[in-house]
């Protein structure tokens, strides 16, 4: 955001390609993504978790091709996120043969990188993981929220581009959540009125996220009233739901976290700029909103997103208890844990579960085409199927998907689907608070031209935006239908899925993708999205901060220009 970034000798070095083309490559995106978010220095990091390995169109190919042709390789243990494909269970896949081809050369070439073929959105349930204040780039919204939140690693959030360039510099902008000040919780949320009951059924935590992406956006909150031994897997549900719905990169639930001994020590010493009371009728309104179904038939269950550990593959062998399911039942699971939890897995297996590893059903064409209606415990597993998979999904407690399972139809027992089943999250929602006093900030320079697409909310390219037309696919947004296709889009940020920065990069690939992006609050993935389109294929689309007034109808002309004299919109 500021250009006063001072490079030392050894990354100055690198940017100079004195150690090869592939760290120069890498480290010119490093200092792109640290004049973005306004870092003054570099720092060193000791692992990363890359995101960029989940293909999403040969824009995110072209990228691994290049640093893999420059001799990159990574300069810290990495691990990889989810890919496209389940190289275990191959017979899986019912998508395209040449996007399965395509898929499997983007994960050789991260592997030719250098990384570890992992392969789980879970990085934190393997045996190595950051300890407490160690520095590291992840990518993967789930992973870097529970990094941050819960071990009380150094993360910012990260997407696709700048994960594997992080990996190969072994640098990362000291910026946001790596430093203490972009730690402290800007806002409190005071759970209240919550049943005991309801504190002990894990289907709150995936919903009290939801509720938390939606309250705070992109800022850090502090949530007052979880019980103090409230346990990892409840708590990687709670961040994994409000990274999807919101920006959320770090919460702190107060006696719990690591950073969050105490209220104060959570706000840093200040005050915070705003408190939300949560209770039964906003979690309810919140539950709602992850159902696009009614109780009755059922064509599959997907559980395990993010990757179900084997503290919940023991608890789901203990809850068919040698049943058989009776509908197409998945359980999404990393290859580590698959081999570790043999017996359990044995268990499901005889029951009929079908195992799935290195990827992700809503993710990946594996679901039945057929398959109308489908269950899930997963929050993020139902905010983002109704827009990749065209299906309707009921959300539902760990044990409502194996009731659901045994019986074949919708079972939902938990105590959350009680009498608000018709309260709605807009009549409920507290207002927004006001938006952040900055000034106008150029992510990405450049000047263009377009008719304006004012957006009401924030939106993921990712799960959001089809690249192959530029219509926003997220049936929950208020601006579904439309294209961003050559518009001057203006929205409040981006939000959601680390997967952006790849999806806007292969939309302008296409010519489908925005002609610039006036936001109202800086977003590192979006313009390194753009960085890399640009450094691609010439295709330039400016990303910027305006403080100024911005046109606020759809469909008004205007140019936008972002260079060193800052940021300029003519209409």
């Not at 000798?9 to 490093?30: F, H, K, N, T």
């Not at 559980?303 to 009776?326: I, Y």
């Not at 450094?535 to 990303?543: E, F, I, K, R, T």
Request: aromatic share 4%; glycine share 10%.
């Amino acid at each position: 955001m500021q250009q006063n970034l001072h490079l030392d000798d050894g990354d100055l070095d690198m940017l100079d390609g004195a150690r090869g083309d592939g760290p120069r490559i890498a480290m010119e995106l490093v200092v792109g993504a640290a004049k973005a978010m306004g870092a003054e220095r570099l720092l060193d990091i000791t692992g990363a978790h890359i995101d960029g390995c989940l293909y999403h169109g040969q824009a995110g190919l072209d990228f691994a091709t290049r640093l893999v042709e420059a001799n990159a390789r990574v300069a810290v243990p990495t691990t990889l996120n989810v890919s496209s494909l389940d190289l275990l269970h191959p017979e899986r896949f019912r998508g395209d043969p040449e996007s399965a081809a395509q898929a499997r050369r983007l994960m050789d070439a991260y592997l030719e990188l250098g990384c570890r073929p992992t392969w789980t959105c879970a990085p934190y349930q393997l045996m190595e993981r950051p300890s407490l204040g160690e520095q590291v780039a992840w990518a993967e919204s789930n992973a870097i929220v529970f990094a941050n939140s819960v071990l009380g690693a150094r993360t910012s959030r990260y997407g696709d581009f700048i994960d594997i360039c992080a990996a190969v510099a072994g640098r990362a902008p000291a910026a946001g959540l790596h430093l203490d000040s972009g730690r402290r919780a800007r806002l409190v949320v005071r759970l209240t009125g919550v049943p005991v009951e309801w504190l002990d059924d894990d289907a709150l935590y995936p919903v009290l996220g939801h509720a938390l992406g939606r309250l705070a956006g992109a800022r850090v909150p502090a949530v007052v009233g979880l019980p103090p031994e409230t346990s990892e897997d409840r708590l990687k549900a709670l961040g994994a739901a409000a990274a999807s719905v919101g920006s959320v990169a770090m919460f702190h639930a107060v006696g719990v976290t690591p950073e969050a001994a105490t209220l104060g020590d959570a706000l840093g010493g200040c005050e915070p700029e705003y408190e939300v009371v949560v209770g039964p009728e906003l979690l309810a309104a919140a539950a709602n909103e992850l159902t696009t179904a009614g109780d009755g038939s059922l064509d599959a269950v997907c559980m395990g997103t993010p990757h179900a550990s084997l503290a919940e593959l023991a608890e789901l062998a203990r809850l068919l208890d040698g049943h058989r399911v009776r509908v197409d039942t998945y359980v999404h699971t990393g290859r580590g844990d698959l081999a570790a939890a043999s017996s359990d897995v044995e268990a499901l297996e005889a029951a009929g579960v079908r195992m799935v590893t290195d990827t992700c059903t809503y993710i990946t064409p594996i679901l039945d085409p057929a398959a109308r209606v489908v269950m899930t415990d997963s929050a993020k597993w139902a905010w983002y199927a109704p827009a990749n998979l065209g299906v309707d999904v009921v959300f539902g407690s760990r044990g409502d998907c194996v009731a659901s399972a045994l019986s074949g139809e919708v079972r939902r027992r938990s105590a959350l689907w009680g009498s608000g089943d018709q309260v709605r999250w807009e009549e409920t929602a507290p207002p927004e608070p006001p938006a952040d006093t900055t000034t106008s900030v150029v992510l990405f320079a450049g000047r263009a031209t377009g008719s304006t697409l004012p957006l009401g909310q924030p939106l993921s390219f990712w799960g959001g935006v089809d690249p192959a037309d530029g219509r926003i696919i997220d049936p929950h947004h208020p601006n579904y239908g439309e294209s961003v296709a050559g518009r001057v889009v203006i929205m409040p940020s981006g939000r959601g899925s680390s997967s952006s920065s790849s999806v806007l990069a292969e939309s302008l690939r296409l010519g489908t993708g925005p002609a610039a992006i006036v936001l109202s609050e800086p977003d590192v993935i979006i313009a390194v999205g753009a960085m890399v389109a640009s450094a691609l294929y010439g295709s330039v689309c400016p990303v910027v901060v305006a403080a100024e007034d911005v046109p606020s109808a759809s469909g008004v002309p205007v140019e936008v220009v972002a260079g060193d004299g800052g940021v300029n919109l003519v209409w």
